[in-house]
DNA sequence: CTGCCCTCATACCGGCGAGGTATCGGGGCG
DNA sequence: CGCCCCGATACCTCGCCGGTATGAGGGCAG
């Protein structure tokens, strides 16, 4: 099976829709459609039901879906990370993403730290949007990555634990709620003037609710200031909080586990090197 | 870049020697040579250096072979699982496999526990030579995995653990040494009559040594009984073992733990149920 | 019931590129 | 100095990928 083959049907598996992918693709329908018969044909299954409105995957496409993403991934990390070692020819550099806005005193420490070792070695941090850390590790645009329980998905990957803490909510000082010695997560979500923000998906999509749609997190604050909506948190965050906030424990929220992650085989020792200073930390 | 691509430029890696490759693949030399060019100019980075006795790896053709070889397993993978998923079709079946000759009361318990459950799923088992596990659950010829640490690298994979055991050191019954309470690993290789077994590699060659070449455990035990050579083995081997034999506890031998492992994107009821069962027993 | 539209499949054609054969260049080694 | 081994280059052929034109079949409206 060619990679061509498997970008191909990925994109007709999330169009759901032959003409579109092939519109996504830059090419035309009729080779897409043949494209996708002859994989099917090579491998004796078929991946999808013909309908009137458009394609749906069978119990075999949506294996070859799952598999074939994480294949895919695989493939591009291997580009990805050859095209590096080529460029950071003699001096050993190391990517390493984490969540904007998200654990700045903990990496400030940690980048601190390792500049400080011996086998020190250049690091370029790639600040990104939640969720998008994880697949930046898989497809290879990062070689390591500070991630979140229970929010980021590691499987596959070598982890670390850094830090564990419970999560706190953030609201306006001068709010009634401000007042409370703690709160449940269930009391936090239905404070009926303070609608709970938004995060996006990976896609870039918003869920529906009233709250506001989170792009950034000092914005977020503002709004928070503003008394338009709260926060939850890990605790951490309350060190660059400023002004007009207050901070409430959540009593029953998931703890929230820090931790630093590298692929498996990676043999970088840039990435041992950070990945032993973090564990000193 | 293509699957093609890399399995070309994986050939040459392994054999050192492009008209090798060539041959292995059933090519001619020239199109292999080219298309090696080929990717290094797409790549934009040189994988070999080209001698005149063959060719070398750059540390970027080192990464490439790292990386490569993960990328084209997970290919694999999804086209195996593809296939399997429309053989299976209708009755849910998984692939176990485990190393032949080991654990086999564990895994008499867990298939027998498993089949009693309500969500039981036929489970073929397949035993395969110590080192293979790993590789097959990577390639998607296995789905569920029975390994041994620290002998197999399960990084990449999803594991629970489920037995902790010492290694005790299997020999000759009336053999001098079987009067021993118990013995050290240095004591235990230097028996001057009973040079210890040499197990084989993945690939199927033998490291250099004295010992006899381990095959098959029946076999060499029966080589222990003959008093020809003695082996190291977790202690629930004690188990399945003859007459003849004597068994001395090693007192500074790593501590061997078997574990169920499986692929971190499985979502085969089957897998789950296994593991589930597993973490019950 | 009929006709239109939407969507995927088939038919056919042209060009790129993968693979084959023949041959060259260049570095060890006798 | 000449031979041998190994990879690179030159040149050709043909398979297959992608494009355009068109067919087939299932909903849906009138």
Redesign the interface.
Known sequence: ????E?RYFVAVAEESHVGRAARRLGMAQPPLSRAIAQLERR?????FVRGPRGVTLT??GE??L???R??LA??E???R???R??EA?GRASVVLTAKAGASSELMAKLLDAFAAEPDAVDVEVVLSPPGHQAPMLRD?RADVAILHLPFDDV????VDRLVVEDQVLILPAGHPASARESMTVGEATSIPDLPLPRWPHVDGSYPDGPGPELRDLTQVLQLVRLGRTALVLPESARAGLRDGLAVVPLTDAPQVTTVIAWP??S?STGVAGLVRTAARL
């Open positions: 099976m060619e990679t061509r498997l491998l004796g299954a078929d991946l119990s075999a294996t070859l799952r598999e074939g994480v294949a695989a493939v990390a291997a580009e990370r050859t095209r070692t080529v020819a290879g499987s596959g990957f070598d498996p085989h043999t």
